[in-house]
């Protein structure tokens, strides 16, 4: 069961999510040994699947994820799939080490109707010792109509001193 953090004394600490691999962190995130990040809840989006160079998200966009035109608001889009590339990216992450997003894109083929379960599935690309590449894609869980595709590149660091 998934548990999001409430409060920032619920996350992690950088000593400890150095101590384990990305794979095994996100891992643990999935069975709920971990907390789920908080913009899982804002967002309305959570972990669902985890294995080495894959990583898929389930979410559904509500009214609060709206633009002034009453529409899915693309940073709904953006935000889902930067997850997801980048959690892609983590399950390759070595023990000692931790990584941050360089730069997305998404390109949306079409809008999302409030309301609709989407799978956003990523897959991590490359891997080396600075940099990962993921792409992602997000569909209608339940006809597989593809909303929208992204790529990321994440730079991977080591722990310092």
Request: proline share 5%.
């Amino acid at each position: 069961m998934l548990k999001h953090a409430t409060n920032l004394e619920d996350l992690l600490s950088f000593d400890e999510m150095t101590s384990m691999s990305g794979l095994d962190f996100m891992t643990g995130t999935l069975e709920g040994r971990l907390p789920s990040p908080p913009i899982g809840k804002v967002m309305n989006y959570h972990l669902d699947a985890v294995e080495k160079g894959m990583v898929r998200f389930r979410g559904t966009p509500e009214f609060e994820h709206c633009n002034p035109l009453g529409t899915v608001h693309g940073g709904w889009y953006g935000t889902l799939l930067d997850s997801c590339m980048a959690c892609a990216v983590m399950t390759a992450v070595p023990k000692g080490s931790f990584y941050t997003t360089l730069e997305y894109k998404i390109n949306i083929v079409r809008s999302i109707p409030l309301g609709t379960e989407i799978v956003a599935e990523a897959t991590l690309q490359h891997s080396g010792r600075s940099t990962g590449v993921a792409v992602g894609e997000l569909r209608d869980a339940e006809t597989g109509r593809l909303y929208a595709t992204g790529s990321t590149t994440c730079i991977i660091m080591g722990k310092p001193g």
